[in-house]
């Protein structure tokens, strides 16, 4: 990787190959035609290293969904500047697939249809509802701690910040779903209006 940045260069370690084949395999086939075959052939292992870390498709995958949200964590740390208001935004681009600095990561639609058609799976998967409920969690106290700092130093407006930040995921989640499954592409103009949202609701002028 080039300073710490996901997907910016050749894998670390065999696992982290898995985890990038994993994404790749992943805007190929979808999951429906994901395999452990189809994986080692792109990560370019043998399907005992596949095993060694990794129990089954399953266990691979819920352990993808996480290095994903490591991901997100190590690009929003990079890329934040400690202001709330750009802070929030760059949240906000981030979250719907603008990564600045991971040239090598597939298309923001690519992206979005796979993180799409993974939370589909949690309908009937008790161990991916879980995962993804935890992950809504973070996000939320992420969120909310930027909408808490923004109200301390009078950016923002006094909120509740819990509150404002499941409303706001919640927008960029149907921003995604619709992304994932029309003919056009709306992200541009709805990001557009979640921005104007930020600033005319939450920001103190």
Do not use: W
Not at 29 to 55: C, N, V
Not at 67 to 86: K, M, R, V
Not at 87 to 94: A, G, H, R, W
């Amino acid at each position: 990787m080039v300073d710490g940045v996901p997907f910016s260069g050749e894998p670390g370690d065999s696992r982290e190959a898995i985890m990038h084949a994993t994404f790749c395999a992943l805007q190929q086939h979808g999951y429906a035609g994901l395999s452990i075959q189809r994986i080692a052939d792109e990560a370019e292992l043998s399907k005992s290293t596949f095993y060694h870390h990794f129990d089954g498709k399953e266990d691979l995958l819920l352990s993808f969904l996480e290095f994903i949200l490591d991901t997100f964590d190590q690009l929003f740390q990079l890329e934040s500047s400690g202001d709330p208001h750009a802070d929030l935004k760059t949240f906000v681009s981030l979250v719907l697939g603008d990564f600045p600095h991971a040239e090598e990561l597939p298309d923001r639609d690519a992206a979005l249809r796979t993180y799409v058609e993974l939370r589909a799976h949690a309908v009937r998967t008790p161990e991916f509802r879980a995962k993804f409920t935890e992950t809504d969690h973070r996000f939320t106290d992420r969120v909310s701690t930027i909408i808490e700092e923004g109200i301390e130093e009078g950016v923002f407006a006094d909120v509740d910040p819990e509150q404002t930040a499941q409303f706001l995921l919640t927008m960029i989640d149907g921003i995604v779903l619709q992304n994932a499954t029309r003919e056009d592409d709306p992200v541009a103009t709805m990001q557009e209006s979640l921005e104007t949202y930020i600033d005319e609701r939450l920001v103190v002028r």
